[in-house]
């Protein structure tokens, strides 16, 4: 092969000046690094990102009905990349964006760790005024079946309008595009790897739907809309702190070389209703007595832990486990490190790790707050033919 030259493309996405409209709200749009929104190139294949007002407005001028939006671009990371030192900027920068009188936040993310960021901002930003929303795009908007513009009409439409002024996670609904979801920032998990309605609330409901018409609250007890500027920025973590998925026969050395790293912190997701095998006690006494925090959570990550009901159970408890009843095990992870980023005294750790702070611990799971059923069911079948024809 011989190269005779070649031509250098400039990717540029039409822009179009955003119009600025009379007593729309405005909403900031923070970006990390996911692709919001975009389009194909056909001449080379490319899909280009679109960031700016002007780009986005381009490529989806509905968002010029909902809101006066402007975009700043913090990162430009993949969402695996995202950790502590992007959480405290987001957090600092939200909290200069409450300040300055915004109406609401929409931060763009990757979906892979979209939830670990929103169960962090969660603890970070406390006492919010406005909604404060993440999403991002299960599929390119170089495909037909692409959620990317629709989710980001439901963030801004939530962003601007909506009276939850919470951290929320907005993805799609159903498998549709009739309505997206409102999920609260600590109990959310992206459950498909590929599935635009991925994201799912783990041991209860939804906080609200959203469409295009409007955001309706699923729950009654969410925190209201206010119009004072009052928000509380807490941006610590500690970056010694893990978490340690249990299975048979896991060795004791595990936890032995997370303690001689200087790990701070663990998380265990336990079997069961919070259990491991008899071999790691000694460990774990060891790690108690070197000042190591461990607390306890269930792999099932539906339910509750439950350290009460077998003697082996007891028997951890005694040794310094500490049971963080329904906490899913990435939330807990992320709350220990904001934590440990505060304090190290063991009874402060213990009481912050209990208190919640927005549901990351319930006082039980709704009737309807546990749904998984099987294909093939006849029950189930005859529900989804309903929306699948």
Same mark, same amino acid.
């Given at each position: 092969?011989?190269?005779? /030259?070649?031509?250098?493309?400039?990717?540029?996405?039409?822009?179009?000046?955003? %119009?600025?409209?009379?007593?729309?709200?405005?909403?900031?749009?923070? /970006?990390? !690094?996911?692709?919001?929104?975009?389009?194909?190139?056909?001449?080379?294949?490319?899909?280009?990102?679109? #960031?700016?007002?002007?780009?986005?407005?381009?490529?989806? =001028?509905?968002?010029?009905?909902?809101?006066?939006?402007?975009?700043?671009?913090?990162?430009?990371? #993949?969402?695996?990349?995202?950790?502590?030192?992007?959480?405290?900027?987001?957090?600092?920068?939200?909290?200069?964006?409450?300040?300055? !009188? $915004?109406?609401?936040?929409?931060? !763009?993310?990757?979906?892979?760790?979209?939830?670990?960021? +929103? +169960?962090?901002?969660?603890?970070?930003? &406390?006492?919010?005024?406005? =909604?404060?929303?993440?999403?991002?795009?299960?599929?390119?908007?170089?495909?037909?079946?692409?959620?990317?513009?629709?989710?980001?009409?439901?963030?801004?439409?939530?962003?601007?309008?909506?009276?939850?002024?919470?951290?929320?996670?907005?993805?799609?609904? %159903?498998?549709?595009?009739?309505? !997206? #979801?409102?999920?609260?920032?600590?109990?959310?998990?992206?459950?498909?790897?590929?599935?635009?309605?991925?994201?799912?609330?783990? /041991?209860?409901?939804?906080?609200?739907?959203?469409?295009?018409?409007?955001?309706? =609250?699923?729950?009654?007890?969410?925190?209201?809309? @206010?119009?004072? @500027?009052?928000?509380?920025?807490?941006? *610590? #973590?500690?970056?010694?702190?893990?978490?340690?998925?249990?299975? %048979?026969?896991? &060795?004791?050395?595990?936890?032995?070389?997370?303690?001689?790293?200087?790990?701070?912190?663990?998380?265990?997701? /336990?079997?069961?209703?919070?259990?491991?095998?008899?071999?790691?006690? %000694?460990? $774990?006494?060891?790690?108690?007595?070197?000042?190591?925090?461990?607390?306890?959570?269930? &792999?099932?990550?539906?339910? *509750?832990?439950?350290?009460?009901?077998?003697?082996?159970?007891?028997?951890?408890?005694?040794?310094?486990i500490v049971p963080l009843e329904n906490m899913i095990p990435e939330t807990a992870y992320i709350k220990l490190g904001w934590v440990l980023g505060q304090t190290n005294d063991r009874e402060e750790v213990k009481r912050l790790m209990l208190t919640p702070i927005n549901d990351e611990i319930t006082p039980r799971e709704p009737y309807n707050g546990y749904l998984i059923y099987q294909g093939g069911v006849p029950e189930v079948e005859s529900f989804i033919r309903k929306f699948r024809k």
């Amino acid at each position: 092969m011989k190269e005779i /030259g070649y031509f250098k493309a400039t990717y540029k996405i039409p822009e179009k000046e955003f %119009p600025v409209t009379p007593n729309l709200p405005k909403v900031k749009l923070l /970006g990390t !690094g996911g692709t919001i929104a975009s389009r194909l190139d056909y001449r080379t294949g490319a899909v280009i990102p679109a #960031f700016s007002p002007g780009e986005l407005y381009g490529a989806v =001028p509905e968002l010029a009905d909902i809101c006066n939006l402007t975009t700043e671009k913090l990162f430009a990371v #993949f969402s695996e990349n995202m950790g502590p030192e992007q959480y405290k900027a987001l957090a600092i920068a939200i909290g200069k964006e409450i300040e300055n !009188g $915004i109406d609401g936040i929409i931060i !763009g993310h990757g979906t892979d760790t979209l939830s670990h960021t +929103a +169960a962090a901002l969660t603890f970070m930003v &406390q006492n919010s005024p406005i =909604p404060i929303v993440l999403v991002g795009s299960q599929r390119s908007s170089d495909r037909p079946s692409s959620d990317a513009a629709l989710n980001l009409m439901h963030a801004t439409t939530a962003a601007g309008h909506s009276d939850i002024a919470e951290v929320m996670v907005c993805m799609f609904g %159903p498998t549709s595009d009739e309505y !997206g #979801f409102l999920h609260r920032g600590t109990r959310v998990r992206k459950m498909h790897s590929s599935y635009r309605s991925t994201f799912r609330t783990i /041991g209860d409901t939804p906080v609200a739907t959203v469409s295009r018409a409007g955001v309706k =609250p699923i729950k009654e007890d969410y925190n209201h809309r @206010r119009k004072d @500027r009052k928000v509380k920025i807490m941006p *610590f #973590f500690e970056e010694k702190v893990t978490i340690v998925y249990y299975y %048979p026969n896991m &060795q004791p050395d595990i936890i032995d070389s997370l303690v001689e790293s200087g790990y701070k912190g663990i998380i265990i997701a /336990g079997t069961g209703l919070g259990h491991i095998n008899k071999p790691l006690y %000694p460990a $774990i006494e060891r790690a108690y007595k070197k000042g190591v925090h461990v607390f306890m959570t269930v &792999q099932t990550l539906w339910g *509750f832990v439950h350290m009460y009901v077998y003697d082996t159970g007891r028997d951890l408890m005694a040794k310094g486990i500490v049971p963080l009843e329904n906490m899913i095990p990435e939330t807990a992870y992320i709350k220990l490190g904001w934590v440990l980023g505060q304090t190290n005294d063991r009874e402060e750790v213990k009481r912050l790790m209990l208190t919640p702070i927005n549901d990351e611990i319930t006082p039980r799971e709704p009737y309807n707050g546990y749904l998984i059923y099987q294909g093939g069911v006849p029950e189930v079948e005859s529900f989804i033919r309903k929306f699948r024809k």
